[in-house]
């Protein structure tokens, strides 16, 4: 018998739903159209944007004023496969205010066309030569068409690249390579769009110098679920479980939610091995099985309460079958029929570019690697429908057992999706912008500074729920100088934390390691990421970067603590997050950098854990981890030392190894260790 899985959302974001986000302007734009399009005379633009977002149509708007009003020839949209080809079909943007409709001659869309790859480049060469205006292509066609054509050919043209994320500047990725070529060209226009903050995930999409000329329009999830009718609130958990996940899945699984489940790959450990059979489980757990209806495909399955559930199995391999189910997903007809479909499962689809406008919760069974998948499917769960109100995503990964070969792959996998859950609590939370305390700081229009407006005299919290943004006031904090340091400060810090809790020393030691000083991770660890990361930044601006990425996520840990610890449940759920941060700030004596630097960032991550992991289990991660523990390495020493000078200038002392605080301590034995491997070095 399984343990019960506990019901723990790791996190609960909650927004206002102003409607702003689906509302249009006099040209027919939502307002992340409309901020996209304001930058429509920039030669390189990147948009990071939500699924749901509208990107497809910004991207309109802008390749119709470069055919028309920038004197470009062509326009080039390329997407990863084929089915999202259809977002770029004919749209009559004039019906709403725009001043020319979006047409794509059915010859030029060839994700529609059959034949193979060889005959799509020769289509490409084709349209190249001829007068129309826009082509829809995948990044496949695309790159064999640049090689066969030459960069050269696609002079005064625009380039779109739709899910820009799937570009990576490894230079086993062809696409990456050839946009770097254009890049040095320098005679296209470039728009890149993703729904993903994280440019891949460990590989960077484009080299830095590269990135450096695009302009960056940010719309974020915030904004995007602020501004929602409909939708407003969203839960993101992970359980653990022991055995087999088909047994335990009702106990997340709630039949009356609209549902799609991602079954784990075949290569993973929480993988049976037999698909169909996990499928056929999952549906005698729901109920009796009834047949399958012969329209759609979709098997019929009766409740022990009496409802007929329909299913939609898409990891059947039966060619006919498959078809025929995700044929019946996609029937326009019933886009806006909430009854028609109860419950998707899929192993390899319905992620990006899949809209289900119904869907309410999304169930992953197993780790996933990829960060920019997670965000694909949790944004299966973010569109804004009639009656929904709540949405969820649930990550179901089983229990590290000490007797399994694969426990340290176990212990990284759970390590893993942690990271994975910390990463997008930052992005649905609102953005941070970071001031320091000055005597002459003041607030600024726009932003509400809570219940007794703004003091002067302390550091102040203010809030824009328009912007989605929070301006807080730090004692200490050190400014970015350079243009770059103030952009990474602005836009990148995500991708800063993305590194930090995805770097494995950082968080086994942030949750395991009892003797901890969190500064040897705030400081010592980030500031290492932040080093290797950027290292054409001064010092300076180094360590301003560093400042600004532990305040994000040390606050938003804090501010999370605060809004789920309350136990109060009445609470205004969308105000939790912002009071939570406010309350913080007023309960600490003062805000400054060294206070939140003496945060450990994955503290919070920690009481998760501990209710929803098993004591058992909990102790055998934890030895698992400490066994492995290396003391300091000469770079980690190097860096304490440095710091101890700094301690040194302002104190008029070096610190002391019998010091009472930790972090002094500590900077000291690195001190000391340093001094131990000179005297070795001189005794050869």
Known sequence: MSSPIQSVPSVSVSYSRNGSSTKANALGMRPM????????????????????????????????????NQGLRQAIIVVPEKSIGSSFADEPLTKFGFWADWTVAPKW???????????????????????????????????????????????????????????????????????????????????????????????AVLAPQDEAKFDTVTYTYYE????????????????????????????????????????PSV?????????????EHIIEELGTWEGTDPATGFQLVRT???????????????????????????????????????????????????????????????????????????????????????????????????????????????LKAIAASLLMEQVLAPRFEFKPKKVDSGPSPGFDYGAGGYDPNKCNVGFNEEQGKFQIEIKGLAEPKSEEAVRICQQDLNEVIAAFVQDKTAVERGLFDPELVPEELTQVRMGKIIRDRYPELDEADQEAVRQHAIAALNLTQKAKEVATGGGDGDKNLNTAFIEGVRKFAVDVRELEIDLIDSINPFGEAYAILAKTMSEESLKQVQAIINAKRVTMTIEEARDLAKRALKFKQERGRLPSITSPDAWEKRMAEGVAFLARMKAEAARG
């Open 109 to 203: 869309n060839l994700c529609n066309a059959p034949g193979t790859e060889g005959g799509k480049v020769n289509a490409v060469g084709a349209f190249l030569a001829s007068p129309d205006r826009v082509l829809v292509c995948t990044h496949a066609t695309f790159r064999f068409a640049v090689d066969r054509f030459g960069v050269e050919a696609f002079d005064d043209r625009l380039i779109a690249v739709d899910e820009f994320h799937h570009v990576s500047a490894n230079p086993d990725n062809k696409l990456g390579l050839h946009l770097g070529e254009f890049i040095a060209r320098d005679r296209v226009h470039i728009v890149a769009m993703t729904g993903s903050y994280f440019r891949g995930d460990a590989e």
């Open 224 to 263: 995007q679920l602020n501004g929602y009718e409909h939708l407003k609130q969203l839960d993101i958990g992970y359980f653990f479980y022991s055995g087999s996940y088909t047994d335990d899945i009702l106990k997340v699984l709630d039949p009356t939610e609209k549902t799609i489940v991602h079954i």
């Open 33 to 68: 159209q409309e901020r996209a399009y304001e930058k429509r005379g920039e030669q390189y633009l990147l948009i990071k944007s939500p699924p749901a977002s509208g990107k497809s149509r910004a991207l309109m708007f802008i390749a119709l004023d470069k055919l028309y």
């Open 304 to 414: 022990p309460d009496g409802r007929l559930l329909r299913i939609a199995d898409l990891v059947d391999d039966d060619p006919a079958k498959r078809d025929r189910v995700s044929a019946a997903l996609k029937d326009p007809a019933q886009k806006n029929n909430r009854d028609h479909v109860d419950i998707i499962v899929a192993l390899g689809m319905a992620k990006e570019g899949f809209d289900w406008i119904w869907c309410e919760h999304a169930l992953t069974v197993g780790y996933r690697s990829s960060l920019t998948e997670i965000v694909q499917i949790i944004g299966r769960a973010t569109r804004d429908a009639p009656g929904k109100t709540r949405a969820r995503f649930t990550n179901l990964i089983a229990e590290p057992d000490a007797s399994e070969q694969a426990v340290a792959e176990a212990v990284n996998d759970t």
């Open 267 to 279: 290569n993973s450990r929480e993988s049976t091995k037999d698909k169909i059979r996990e499928v």
